[in-house]
């Protein structure tokens, strides 16, 4: 037998503390957010309407003007008391010339060689150079 040893007292049990989850302050936060969100959609949805209809009113309105403006007219009367006497024009004549119908020395394309077709196309010359 052991005389200096003692045993320990037992341990009470523990007993669970209660404890409080947030997740029903969670839920109601999250259901105010979407209700916010969901009605600055409809808010939005509501504006770009009334805006579409004031545009839509803007545009039948001018519609409606330009239409009254296209109304055909009747020309207005000549004056038969100041009869229209057409008169020369003070402008000079113009002078016809004479079209240019050159070739080139009088060659035609076929009798052309490369050289000279070359020089023709490259130097915008009339000639060819030789």
Not at 91 to 102: G, K, M, V
Not at 109 to 122: A, G, K, P, Q, T
Request: charged fraction near 30%; proline fraction near 8%; charge should be positive.
């Amino acid at each position: 037998m052991n005389i200096g040893y003692t045993k320990p007292a037992a341990k009470e049990n523990t007993k669970p503390q209660e404890f409080k989850l947030h997740t029903g302050q969670r839920a109601v936060k999250r259901a105010m957010f979407n209700y916010s969100v969901a009605t600055k959609f409809y808010l939005l949805e509501i504006q770009k309407k009334q805006v579409e209809k004031v545009q839509k009113m803007i545009e039948d309105e001018e519609i409606r003007c330009l239409r009254k403006e296209m109304v055909p007219k009747a020309q207005l009367m000549p004056f038969f008391d100041r009869p229209f006497f057409p008169q020369r024009s003070n402008r000079p004549l113009t002078i016809p010339r004479e079209p240019s119908f050159r070739t080139v020395n009088s060659k035609c394309w076929s009798c052309i060689s490369e050289n000279e077709l070359y020089y023709f196309h490259h130097a915008h010359a009339w000639n060819p150079i030789k």
